[in-house]
């Protein structure tokens, strides 16, 4: 039973640029949770989708934004790349009204 | 309103000895609390949680944290340290209607000395 799913597992882009990160929700789990890790921090909360619809978010610009496919996976998509941009982004699915995160390894960007 | 903080960004323990991870948090509804570890390189990885019940939670790997209301903490325990313990901690908290939208602490670095 494969987990959580995440692609492209590191990627360099420059500022200005756009980046979309991918994730595959653990089988049987209908909900994904995107979070932001810097260097040296704790992950932050990015938003929340569930039936396609962008439920929950979290303190980031409009810069951020998603999306969720009828098959439950999502995109993440950062437009106008800052430095501060460059973390380690994590995905994390659940089951509707679980209280259980199951996390990917995530997607490491870097903006130069 | 949600908060976590980790006592400590790092923690050095010996092989064998008690292992103490501290965390207390703030939360205006009644709170779900985590405790997650990341190894390098990696996600993160659920060791145990409170949601309600018994204020004693023991978790995978020998860990186990207790809830405590009137202190707001839940602090992480293990016996006896292991070497492949070390990693990075994470305690987090959300509210009981959703633990998708969680706030975590800076975490805590953990190393096991031979």
């Known amino acids: 039973d494969a987990g959580v799913t995440q692609s492209p597992t590191h990627l360099i882009k420059t500022r200005g640029q756009q980046v979309t990160l991918r994730c595959s929700p653990k089988?049987?789990?209908?909900?994904v949770s995107w979070y932001q890790q810097a260097l040296g921090q704790g992950p932050q909360f990015i938003f929340q989708?569930?039936?396609?619809?962008?439920?929950q978010r979290g303190n980031f610009p409009d810069r951020f934004s998603g999306h969720q496919f009828p098959n439950y996976s999502s995109e993440l998509n950062v437009n106008a790349l800052l430095l501060g941009d460059s973390a380690l982004y994590l995905c994390?699915?659940?089951?509707?009204?679980?209280?259980?995160?199951?996390f990917g390894a995530g997607s490491r960007l870097t903006v130069l | 309103a949600q908060s976590v903080t980790q006592l400590g960004s790092h923690v050095s323990v010996s092989e064998g000895a008690l292992v103490l991870l501290r965390c207390n948090y703030s939360?205006?509804?009644?709170?779900?609390l985590f405790w997650y570890v990341q190894y390098p390189n990696q996600g993160l990885q659920l060791l145990l949680k409170y949601t309600t019940g018994a204020t004693l939670v023991k978790g995978i790997n020998g860990f186990e944290a207790e809830f405590k209301k009137s202190e707001t903490s839940f602090h992480l325990t293990k016996p006896s340290a292991h070497m492949s313990d070390a990693a990075e901690y994470f305690c987090?908290?959300?509210?009981?209607?959703?633990?998708?939208?969680?706030?975590f602490g800076d975490g805590t670095t953990l190393t096991v000395k031979p």
């Open positions: 939360s205006s509804v009644p709170p779900y």
């Open positions: 987090a908290v959300s509210g009981y209607t959703n633990a998708g939208k969680s706030t």
């Open positions: 089988s049987g789990h209908d909900t």
């Open positions: 989708y569930y039936e396609e619809e962008e439920r």
């Open positions: 994390a699915s659940s089951f509707t009204g679980a209280n259980v995160l199951t």
